[in-house]
């Protein structure tokens, strides 16, 4: 990884934005992510986000935070957060920001207990694929305090796939319709492909029956897009 995400966040940071990350997958064309966007407050966020964050409790992780900013709102509130991502750019902008702990680690290798673990912007991503859920979810439920809880939020992308007939043009052999390569690139610099996996909700309830964790839909969004919470 080149973190160039981190890059982007750190120019921003620092007063340095001029442009903005383009994005694209192995389903769709370039877009951009707005740097704004990352660096977004309570009143900008998402319904369903503003949705997690009032359902915090107790000690919180916040699983790839980006730039920090469900940490930071949480950390204002009171709670106790840590922060965590693979950037180390990211990290350095959280830090900056005020988020007292944030460390620059892979989710799998956190070993502390939570009462609350956040997993935010299409969280399910993380996963990279399908036959890594459970191995995710499994660790995620090992890091749960009694009563604990994982938020989390993803889309159900099928709608991408409808052509103009109404009709899916999916290859229904192919591997699991939300797993996509991902490319990124900022200020023509490319990052070396990543996966990225989006769940629908049907998927990850079955996927967290299999581990013993509970899983109820607690919001949707306008656009495919929900809220999950996973219980011991
Ligand atoms: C889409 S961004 C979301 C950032 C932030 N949660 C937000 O809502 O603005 C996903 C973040 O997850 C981080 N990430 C990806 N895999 C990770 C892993 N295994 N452990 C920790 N962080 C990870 C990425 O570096 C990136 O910052």
Not at 43 to 68: R, W, Y
Not at 179 to 207: C, H, I, N, Q, R
Request: with cysteine; net charge negative.
């Amino acid at each position: 990884m080149k973190d160039i995400f981190g890059k982007a966040l750190i120019d921003y940071q620092n007063g340095n934005y001029t442009e903005d990350i383009i994005t694209s997958t192995s389903i769709s064309d370039e877009d951009e992510l707005p740097l704004p966007y990352l660096f977004r407050s309570f009143s900008e966020m998402p319904k369903l986000e503003q949705q997690a964050l009032k359902k915090c409790q107790g000690t919180i992780l916040d699983v790839g935070c980006g730039a920090g900013s469900h940490s930071l709102y949480l950390q204002k509130k009171g709670f106790a957060v840590k922060a965590i991502d693979v950037s180390e750019g990211a990290i350095t902008v959280t830090k900056q920001r005020g988020v007292k702990q944030a460390e620059v680690l892979n989710v799998l290798n956190e070993t502390k207990t939570f009462d609350t673990i956040l997993l935010l912007m299409n969280g399910t991503g993380i996963f990279q694929e399908l036959t890594q859920v459970s191995k995710y979810l499994t660790h995620l439920k090992s890091l749960l305090k009694p009563n604990g809880q994982i938020l989390i939020d993803s889309s159900d992308i099928k709608y991408m796939y409808l052509d103009d007939d109404g009709g899916y043009w999916q290859d229904m052999n192919a591997s699991y319709y939300g797993e996509l390569d991902y490319f990124l690139s900022y200020k023509g610099e490319k990052e070396v492909p990543m996966k990225w996996l989006y769940l629908d909700f049907d998927t990850l309830k079955l996927a967290c029956e299999t581990v013993g964790l509970k899983c109820e839909l607690i919001g949707e969004g306008e656009h495919y897009d929900y809220l999950a919470q996973l219980e011991l």
